[in-house]
Every structure is written in structure tokens, then in C-alpha cells.
């Protein structure tokens, strides 16, 4: 085998490794969530506290949503999530949220008075 014949080979193998290398440290082992916080009549809520839970791991990330009622989590845990949301004059929203590997979850916490 001459030796340019054996570069282009080394050269080849050696683009394989480093491109299967790249593509396994871009896999997705997380997952985001958010949405809109509401009260009852659909308004959005600024500024209210909301706050996800890993129910396996214990995990807390607390955000406000923003001027608009929007909130984002990014890169949570894959699991059952509880995820809550508060503001002044309305009541402690709750509920269980399940998130997979991937997934770009939305969930409209809806406040009450």
C-alpha cells in the first residue's frame, strides 16, 4: 500500500471517530418545559412563582413568569415533575407533570382566587 493511499485511510478513519464522537455527546437526556400562567378568566398572570419539583432526585428550579405570563424551564430531568405556581391574591396551583427524554413539554398552570 503506498503511503498516500495509507493517509487517505487515516484520514478517513480518523473523521469517522471524531464525527461518531460529536454525534455522542449531542444526545438529548433531558427534557424543557413551559407555557403560560393564567388566572381563571384566560388573562395571562406576571410574575408569578413557578417552581418545578423532580419527584426521583428532589431537584427544585423556581422562575417568575415573565411580563407576558411566560415561563421556561430547560433542561430538567426526565420523570414525574411536580410543578407549581403562585402569585399574590390567588391560590397555590399544583399538579404532577411527566416528562420524557427529549420532549418539549407545555403546561398553562391556570391560578384561582
Same mark, same amino acid.
Given at each position: 500500500?503506498?503511503?498516500?493511499?495509507?493517509?487517505?485511510?487515516?484520514?478517513?478513519?480518523?473523521?469517522?471517530?471524531?464525527?461518531?464522537?460529536? &454525534?455522542?455527546?449531542?444526545?438529548?437526556? $433531558? #427534557?424543557?418545559?413551559? /407555557?403560560?400562567? +393564567?388566572?381563571?378568566?384566560?388573562?395571562?398572570?406576571?410574575?408569578?412563582?413557578?417552581?418545578?419539583?423532580?419527584?426521583?432526585?428532589?431537584?427544585?428550579?423556581?422562575?417568575?413568569?415573565?411580563?407576558?405570563?411566560?415561563?421556561?424551564?430547560?433542561?430538567? &430531568?426526565?420523570?414525574?415533575?411536580?410543578? $407549581? #405556581?403562585?402569585?399574590? /391574591?390567588?391560590? +397555590?396551583?399544583?399538579?404532577?407533570?411527566?416528562?420524557?427524554?427529549?420532549?418539549?413539554?407545555?403546561?398553562?398552570?391556570?391560578?384561582?382566587?
Amino acid at each position: 500500500m503506498s503511503f498516500r493511499k495509507l493517509s487517505y485511510l487515516l484520514v478517513g478513519v480518523l473523521a469517522f471517530v471524531l464525527a461518531n464522537r460529536v &454525534a455522542s455527546c449531542a444526545q438529548v437526556n $433531558s #427534557a424543557d418545559l413551559s /407555557g403560560h400562567v +393564567l388566572d381563571q378568566s384566560g388573562a395571562r398572570v406576571p410574575g408569578a412563582k413557578v417552581t418545578v419539583r423532580n419527584v426521583n432526585t428532589g431537584a427544585t428550579r423556581t422562575t417568575a413568569s415573565d411580563a407576558e405570563g411566560n415561563y421556561s424551564f430547560i433542561g430538567l &430531568a426526565p420523570g414525574t415533575n411536580d410543578l $407549581s #405556581a403562585e402569585a399574590p /391574591g390567588f391560590k +397555590l396551583y399544583a399538579e404532577p407533570v411527566v416528562l420524557t427524554v427529549g420532549q418539549s413539554a407545555r403546561a398553562n398552570p391556570i391560578l384561582r382566587v
